[in-house]
């Protein structure tokens, strides 16, 4: 089972009697070698006994002689020339066969391609009876790795101490990949590595068990800076214990435990995962995963894993700091995550907006749960809204018309990701247009999956706006809206939008405003407008309509289509 080579070859005289056999010049070919040495057989018994030394011995051949598929070591490539000094007695067809001596690699002379170079010195103990081989202090290198064995490897229990250094992962690959068994999809490996342990169990399914250190690691996809920790590994699990992991300035302290059947992480076996991360970037964490988000900030939290690799959960608590993702700043971001299959949870969720540079403003928060499952691309939320500074909300900024205030909301819903069923209300206090102050406004959301519609009224110092507007929830998203306003003051719009300081007096409006287009194409957006009643002053001339005035906006075009503006010394018609 162990030991399988028909290229030997043997020759040799000798010399017997009624009570022994004696070949003093026994010679062998075996393995691309040379074994010398002189054989006695004593009849009573059948007893043999070699005094051998062997020279130029194929390690590769050895090792394919010796190979299993419960630890398959010809996949190291290791290759050598091999001598051997050795006394090896057995009694019958081999039967209770022991052999004790020293084994010698050196690099061959003439390597072959794809061979890994390995020298050794072995001393061993072999024991038929026992099904064990002893190693005294025996060393083997490779030109990018170290290891150092002392103990007993054995068919039916091992106990081998040992230290093993490792300067490139990448020739261990073959071994690492075989020995997780022929189920299991090949990864690719790479790093250095350090470990000291114990080799103990049957040596067909070894358990390898100590502490652990490997530095620019990386697994398939996952990499990491640098993991330290007591690591266990046999056919039944893989574990690490008081670990610790960095990837860049990211800390994880983890415990992990993975349940294999035969070294294979099948979709039915079972794992648990304990980790603790302080003030860790997510752009390190991302890519000790393998993710590639567009958000970041420094994550604290506690999470436990389990469940099976075809049904994992995860649950803990989080906090961000210092929240960058998809255009939005946020001081900070907290709550309860809980991942199941298709599942993703938050609850008690705090999102606190950015507050460093506001001038004093309140930074806004929102709380609530959210849930979304990914295959069916659904959301479920609850959100409630409070004082968000809207001169933190830059994808809604623009230099000529930059806007202020404080939004609070709630809105809850469910459905497609993009066309949820909600409802919901929105309060808009101090709303600001550069540095004019417009006023309040209100607003009740209600969505049916495919447009979602507003009622906007609002709450000024002067003058009233009300009006209706929706938003398809699908295509370019197509949106119209029609609002009706009465002495609403236009200073703020003329000075910041139109950019017209010589205004004079206050400036109202009493019209209608019609809006259409799409928010994917901004160049489709139009206003349509018709204004009952205007006045405004521009340079100490004080102007008001006679009869409608109607104008349109497009394409950031103004265009007058009938005007009739009238002042004490003004007659002015377009």
Not at 318 to 324: G, H, S, T
Not at 465 to 473: C, I, Y
């Amino acid at each position: 089972e162990w030991f399988d080579s028909s290229d030997i070859a043997i020759r040799g005289s000798y010399r017997a009697d009624n009570r022994a056999l004696t070949v003093p010049d026994l010679e062998l070919q075996l393995l691309g070698g040379r074994v010398q040495g002189q054989l006695n057989l004593v009849f009573d018994g059948l007893k043999f006994r070699v005094n051998s030394r062997a020279r130029g011995m194929s390690l590769a051949r050895l090792l394919d002689a010796v190979g299993h598929t419960g630890f398959p070591i010809e996949s190291l490539h290791w290759n050598a020339d091999v001598d051997v000094e050795a006394v090896t007695t057995w009694s019958e067809d081999f039967k209770a066969v022991e052999s004790r001596g020293v084994m010698l690699w050196s690099p061959p002379v003439t390597p072959q391609t794809g061979d890994v170079p390995a020298a050794a010195r072995l001393p061993f103990d072999y024991s038929m009876v026992r099904r064990s081989v002893q190693i005294a202090t025996g060393e083997i290198s490779t030109p990018t790795s170290r290891l150092k064995i002392n103990g007993t490897l054995g068919a039916r229990d091992s106990s081998l101490e040992a230290m093993l250094t490792i300067d490139d992962l990448l020739p261990w690959n073959d071994f690492i990949n075989q020995i997780r068994g022929a189920r299991a999809e090949p990864q690719r490996v790479s790093g250095m590595a350090a470990w000291q342990g114990r080799v103990t169990g049957r040596l067909e399914a070894p358990t390898f068990s100590g502490r652990t250190k490997l530095a620019q690691f990386a697994y398939g996809r996952y990499s990491a800076d640098e993991l330290e920790g007591e690591m266990s590994y046999s056919p039944e699990a893989f574990r690490l214990m008081r670990t610790r992991i960095r990837r860049g300035s990211a800390t994880a302290q983890v415990e992990l435990a993975l349940h294999f059947d035969d070294w294979s992480f099948c979709p039915a076996c079972a794992w648990s995962l304990e980790t603790t991360l302080e003030r860790a970037p997510t752009d390190d964490l991302q890519a000790l995963v393998g993710w590639s988000y567009p958000a970041r900030g420094l994550l604290t939290g506690h999470f436990r894993g389990g469940g099976t690799r075809e049904a994992p959960e995860l649950s803990g608590s989080f906090d961000l700091a210092q929240v960058e993702a998809w255009g939005i700043s946020l001081e900070s971001a907290r709550g309860q995550l809980s991942l199941r299959q298709n599942e993703i949870r938050i609850s008690n969720a705090e999102l606190r907006a950015a507050s460093r540079g506001n001038g004093g403003r309140p930074a806004g928060v929102i709380t609530g749960n959210f849930e979304y499952h990914p295959v069916e691309q659904t959301v479920a939320f609850d959100l409630t809204g409070a004082v968000i500074p809207l001169e933190d909300i830059t994808r809604i900024q623009s230099e000529r018309l930059p806007l202020g205030g404080q939004l609070s909301f709630q809105v809850s819903g469910q459905g497609p990701l993009t066309a949820p069923i909600a409802r919901g209300s929105l309060r808009l206090v101090n709303l600001r247009v550069g540095d004019e102050v417009l006023g309040s406004l209100e607003s009740k959301l209600d969505s049916d999956g495919r447009r979602l519609q507003f009622e906007v009224g609002s709450a000024m110092t002067a003058g009233h706006l009300q009006g209706k507007l929706e938003l398809g929830l699908g295509g370019d998203y197509p949106i119209r809206g029609d609002l009706n306003v009465a002495g609403v003051d236009l200073d703020p719009f003329l000075r910041t939008a139109l950019r017209l300081e010589a205004l004079s007096g206050r400036s109202s409006v009493d019209g209608r405003f019609l809006l259409s287009g799409a928010l994917r194409r901004p160049e489709t957006l139009a206003l349509d407008a018709e204004l009952t009643r205007l006045t405004f002053g521009y340079r100490q001339v004080k102007l008001e309509n006679v009869g409608p005035i109607r104008l349109t906006y497009r394409r950031d075009e103004v265009r007058i289509e009938q005007a009739a503006l009238r002042g004490a010394d003004t007659d002015f018609q377009i």
